[in-house]
Every structure is written in C-alpha cells, then in structure tokens.
Nanobody
Framework: QVQLVESGGGLVQAGGSLRLSCAAS????????MGWFRQAPGKEREFVAA????????SYADSVKGRFTISRDNAKNTVYLQMNSLKPEDTAVYYC??????????????????WGQGTQVTVSS
C-alpha cells in the first residue's frame, strides 16, 4: 500500500522559513516524479514544485521560483520542500504527490496517482 506522509507544516511569520517533508513507502519510486501542490481556502489546488526521483531534475511554479527548493533523499525515501522568504499568500494546505515519469514535466493534478493527506502552512503578516 502506497503511503505519502507529509510533515513540517506550521505557523511562521512573513519572511520566515519552513521545511516540509514527505516520507514515501509502499512501492519503488525510481520511475516516478514527486511533486508538491498547495490549496488555499476557496482556491483550486495548484502545482508548486516537482522532482524526478531518478536524476533529480526539478521544476517550479513561477510564484515560488527562487524561494522554494525541492530535493530528495534516496536513502530515506523522503522528499523535501524548503520554503524561504515566505509570504502570507503562501498560506495553504501543502500536499505531496507521486506520478509516473513522462517525457515532459508533470504539473497537473491528474498526472499524479498518489497523494498525501496534506500539512497546513500558515504565514502571518
């Protein structure tokens, strides 16, 4: 049974940092892309960042480029999202997701098969 378990969310002031973790288990993810999405109240779930488990190629939404960094630890089967210079508009529930690698960047929800339960990030002004 595939499980993606997020942790690391919380309350932080604007300009601060948080690191989210996603522990993956239940299958081999070497041919998968791991992604982070977020959903703010009343808004659609949106793509934040993704990383290919094999090779480590990354992609980011324009809104977080230069502030967020996605990485993975193969030994721990864990994906991280380092979030710096946080803004109130980053407030959302953040979800970890996994989808099979393709020849193009994965950014759409439907391209990801597995999802975590989410972790709340709140940035105060």
């Amino acid at each position: 049974q595939v499980q993606l378990v997020e942790s690391g969310g919380g309350l932080v002031q604007a300009g601060g940092s948080l690191r989210l973790s996603c522990a993956a288990s239940g299958r081999t993810f070497s041919n998968y892309v791991m992604g982070w999405f977020r959903q703010a109240p009343g808004k659609e779930r949106e793509f934040v960042a993704a990383i290919r488990w094999s090779g480590g190629r990354t992609s980011y939404a324009d809104s977080v480029k230069g502030r967020f960094t996605i990485s993975r630890d193969n030994a721990k089967n864990t994906v991280y999202l380092q979030m710096n210079s946080l803004k109130p508009e980053d407030t959302a529930v953040y979800y970890c997701a996994a989808g099979p690698s393709r020849d193009y960047e994965l950014r759409r929800r439907l391209e990801f098969d597995y999802w975590g339960q989410g972790t709340q990030v709140t940035v105060s002004s």
